[in-house]
C-alpha cells in the first residue's frame, strides 16, 4: 500500500533528505550530500523568495520508498515566456509504480499552478545541479554532478517522459597534456596579445566586486543557452559565498579586454573525493 505525503515539518524534511542515503547504501560510487547543505538549499536559498517548491514523501507499508520535489521558478517563466515547471530531487527503488505515482502527483501539484509542461531532473533551473545520470556508472560523480542508480532511465520512461536534450560531462587527465597542448597555448596567448586581451588570477581580496561583475559574463554568455534562467545578485552571491571556501585563486582566471571582463574560467576541488567518506551526510555525530 503506497501512500504519498506533502513534506510540511521538520522530521518529513529530514525523512526527505536522508532517502538517498538508505536507498544507495550499498552501491560504492554513491556520494552523499552534506544534510546542512541540503536543508538550507531545501529552506534558504534565495529562489525561495520569487518562487515555490513542493517536496514529497512516498511510503510503501510504512516505509520511505522515494521522493521528489514539485518545483516552479517564476523567474525561469518569465526570462524564456514559458509555462514550465520542473521535477527535481528524485529519488526511488526499483518499482515503476511508486516512481510513477511521483511524477504524478509532482505534475498534479505544477498544473495547478498552471503549468503546461514538467521537465527534469533539475533542482531549481540550470543553474543548479540538473539531469539524469545515463552513462558512467562506474565511478563516483564529481562535485556538483548529479548520480542516480541505472534503472531510474527505465523507470523514467515507463512514467512516459521523454528526452528533451543531453547534457555531456569531459573528463581531462594530466596525462591528455602533451607537445601539441604547448604549441597551441603559444599560438592561443599569441592571439590574446593582438587582441588586447590579458589574463589575470582572481582578486580574492576583493571577492565581492569580482563575483558582481563575474555574474555579469555568466549570464550575458549563457543568455541563449537552453532553459537559462539568469541569476539574480542574491544567487550568485549564494554560490559565490560556497566556493570561496574551496576556490584556489590560481585556478581562477579572468580574461580582461580594456579594462574590462570579458571571460572567466573556473576550477574546483573535487570535494567529493572527502565527502564519499562523510557517513549520511554529516560532519558531526547526531
Known sequence: MNQIIPVKSKKELAAFIDFPHDLYKNDPNYVPELFIAQKDLLTTHPFHKHSSLQP?????????T?????????????FNNAKDGFFGF?????????A?????????????????????????????????????????????????????IELLEKAGLTKKVDL??????????????????????????????????????????????????YNAAWDANLGFVPMNDEEFDYLAKDLKLILDKDFCLIAEQEGKIVGFALAVPDLNQVLIKVKRGRLLPT
Open 90 to 98: 528524485f529519488d526511488c527503488v526499483n518499482d515503476a509504480g511508486v
Open 168 to 217: 555531456i560531462a569531459y573528463k581531462f587527465g594530466a596525462e591528455g597534456y602533451d607537445d601539441r597542448s604547448t604549441k597551441l597555448l603559444d599560438a592561443l596567448q599569441a592571439r590574446l596579445k593582438r587582441n588586447n586581451i590579458v589574463i589575470r588570477k582572481i582578486n580574492m581580496k576583493d571577492f565581492k566586486n569580482e563575483a558582481k561583475k563575474l555574474r555579469e559574463v
Open 100 to 152: 510513477k505515482q511521483l511524477f504524478d502527483t509532482a505534475a498534479q501539484w505544477l498544473k495547478e499552478k498552471s503549468a503546461e509542461t514538467m521537465i527534469g531532473p533539475v533542482n531549481f533551473s540550470t543553474n543548479e545541479t540538473c539531469g539524469l545520470l545515463v552513462k558512467g556508472f562506474d565511478s563516483p560523480p564529481m562535485v556538483m554532478m548529479t548520480y542516480n542508480a541505472p534503472y531510474y
Open 56 to 64: 514529497f514523501l512516498i511510503y510503501t507499508d510504512g516505509k520511505v
Open 66 to 78: 522515494g521522493r521528489i520535489a514539485a518545483i516552479l521558478n517564476n523567474n525561469h517563466n518569465e
